[in-house]
């Protein structure tokens, strides 16, 4: 299914415009965010350019080679996420994972050396960032990312169970939670990444599971200490 990282180089108007769509089977052009540089696997960014968000994909045409340009469809990521964190990349970023048809039985130190040789094996690219020169854009493009995913969940194969699709807000899993014994805490510092799993339940799980503060357990605590002051007291009557 996944398809990976690829070469786009379908401009319409003589291979300067925008990219070409397949509209005919209901492909629409979302958003578009000028001057956004692109960093391939473990490559530096390369020049500015256009990033183009679809329906179904997400395309990226560079500004001064109009022979340069990337497309990733939906389906083949499987994590997308925003981070402003210096320590986990120098600017403000969209981080990427992508799956591609060799996850299995590829050798990350193999990957590694495509990454970083002259030759780009786009085949064995897993990570991509898109790196706006307005850090502001940030979270529009973050937005949009997840809107366009949800467009493209993840084909259930027979026998799978549903509800491996993810995406989540504080406000949706306050509603979710509904009841007392648990309570969800959101880190508002923007530095934090925060991220959109496409299919990835065991991930999700354990994202998710992150950014939940179990009450229960000091709940049971208070009550043990409950109980032993009744006993306390009961024995000095």
């Given at each position: 299914?996944?398809?990976?990282?690829?070469?786009?180089?379908?401009?319409?108007?003589?291979?300067?415009?925008?990219?070409?769509?397949?509209?005919?089977?209901g492909e629409e052009l979302v958003h578009v965010q000028p001057?956004?540089?692109?960093?391939?696997?473990?490559?530096?960014?390369?020049?500015?350019?256009?990033?183009?968000?679809?329906?179904?994909?997400?395309?990226?045409?560079?500004?001064?080679?109009?022979?340069?340009?990337?497309?990733?469809?939906?389906?083949?990521?499987?994590?997308?996420?925003?981070?402003?964190?210096?320590?986990?990349?120098?600017?403000?970023?969209?981080?990427?994972?992508?799956?591609?048809?060799?996850?299995?039985?590829?050798?990350?130190?193999?990957?590694?050396?495509?990454?970083?040789?002259?030759?780009?094996?786009?085949?064995?690219?897993?990570?991509?960032?898109?790196?706006?020169?307005?850090?502001?854009?940030?979270?529009?493009?973050?937005?949009?990312?997840c809107e366009c995913a949800e467009l493209n969940p993840e084909?259930?194969?027979?026998?799978?169970?549903?509800?491996?699709?993810?995406?989540?807000?504080?406000?949706?899993?306050?509603?979710?939670?509904?009841?007392?014994?648990?309570?969800?805490?959101?880190?508002?510092?923007?530095?934090?990444?925060?991220?959109?799993?496409?299919?990835?339940?065991?991930?999700?799980?354990?994202?998710?599971?992150?950014?939940?503060?179990?009450?229960?357990?000091?709940?049971?605590?208070?009550?043990?200490?409950?109980?032993?002051?009744?006993?306390?007291?009961?024995?000095?009557?």
């Amino acid at each position: 299914m996944a398809v990976g990282l690829r070469h786009f180089t379908a401009r319409a108007g003589n291979g300067v415009g925008e990219p070409i769509l397949d509209t005919d089977n209901g492909e629409e052009l979302v958003h578009v965010q000028p001057s956004v540089s692109v960093a391939v696997g473990n490559r530096a960014s390369e020049s500015l350019g256009t990033l183009y968000i679809t329906t179904r994909q997400v395309i990226w045409l560079s500004e001064l080679d109009r022979e340069k340009g990337y497309a990733v469809d939906f389906l083949s990521l499987s994590l997308h996420a925003f981070s402003r964190d210096p320590e986990a990349y120098p600017s403000p970023c969209i981080y990427t994972q992508i799956e591609t048809e060799a996850d299995e039985v590829e050798d990350e130190s193999e990957d590694s050396d495509s990454e970083c040789s002259e030759v780009l094996d786009l085949s064995k690219i897993r990570e991509m960032r898109f790196i706006p020169s307005d850090a502001n854009q940030l979270d529009t493009l973050f937005q949009v990312f997840c809107e366009c995913a949800e467009l493209n969940p993840e084909p259930i194969e027979e026998g799978e169970e549903e509800g491996h699709n993810w995406i989540f807000s504080a406000d949706q899993l306050e509603d979710e939670a509904g009841g007392d014994d648990v309570e969800w805490h959101f880190s508002q510092n923007p530095t934090n990444t925060i991220g959109h799993s496409n299919g990835h339940h065991d991930l999700a799980s354990s994202v998710l599971g992150l950014q939940i503060n179990d009450q229960r357990f000091e709940d049971a605590e208070e009550m043990e200490q409950d109980a032993d002051t009744g006993h306390h007291h009961q024995s000095q009557q």
